[in-house]
């Protein structure tokens, strides 16, 4: 499997060995009680966060898992990343450092691994990013698209502007990233609505009895 790298990533991923793999899979266990690492068949790497000195991004991945990703900040702990909660968190228990370009980086992971109700807000520079939809007709937003930029810094944070994919649409938005880490879409114009499907990028694994009971609702 091919690297995951979310938006605006700058700093490289690595791939864990096969070794590796399973020592780490030893110490997560059963993933909600429903995936688990096998050194054999699953992709784990890590990634420095640039924000939070000595804090790294950790992601696992198996074809039989179906696309959900298992996801951990880690310190000197693991912490599961299913929501903003784990982000805010460290937020909280670490100041992040933010200069323009991290800033940008950062809104681009916050974005992928906080989800709406319809997934994640897809940050995106052209129409050639790999976590498109694969049935999207990329020639229908490519002509919108150009690399996010930070208009401005002041005392609120960093001013962003950014096209983001959500819910199947194409939106330009402008964001503001405090110094705190939070992350606030104070502005968002639809520019191509119904572009293609929506993208998913699950963060938890579901039972089967979870999947028919979400059909039913």
Known sequence: MKLFRFPLSQSEPT?????EIDAFARRTGWIDDIGVISAQSSSVQTQ??????????IIARDLAWNGTMAVWIRDTRLHRLTASAAIHAMNAAVKPTLTPDQALEYLGFFCTFVHGEDGPFLILSSGENPLLPSGLDTTKIAGFLRPPSV??????GHHIEAFVYYAGSLFLSNFIVAPSGMCEMIEDEPVV???GEKLLIPLQFKSP??????EQH
Request: charged share 35%; net charge negative.
């Open 209 to 214: 009895e979870q999947d028919k009971s979400a």
């Open 193 to 195: 609505p119904e572009a």
């Open 15 to 19: 791939a864990m060995t096969p070794d």
């Open 48 to 57: 420095p966060l640039p924000w939070w000195p000595g804090r790294d991004l």
């Open 151 to 156: 208009l401005k810094t002041d005392d609120k």
